[in-house]
């Protein structure tokens, strides 16, 4: 299942760089958080396109949060 998605996402990605897509956002727990270094492998020199890979659900001491990855060129950022 995550070859298939891996492919897949990855096929997304090389779409969007060869359509000059600047902005790219996944839905929300669509991307597994498995997939998100190869995602970021996968933007390192490119400074045209911001990904945003869903988010994802993340336990601190006392609650649950829900984080977005937002990787561009090669980096990642998790909102909250």
């Known amino acids: 299942y995550n070859l ?6 990855c096929n997304v990605i090389n779409y969007a760089k ?3 897509v600047n902005l790219l956002v996944f839905p ?10 190869h995602i970021v492998e ?4 490119n400074k045209d396109l911001i ?11 006392n609650s649950i949060l829900n984080q ?3 990787i561009y060129n090669g980096s990642v950022i998790y909102t909250h």
């Open 68 to 70: 977005s990855p937002i």
């Open 18 to 20: 060869t359509s000059n």
């Open 51 to 61: 990904i945003v890979a869903g988010s994802h659900y993340y336990e601190d001491s």
């Open 28 to 37: 929300e727990l669509s991307i597994p958080k498995e997939c998100i270094p």
């Open 42 to 45: 996968l933007t390192k020199g």
């Open 4 to 9: 298939i998605l891996k492919k897949n996402v």
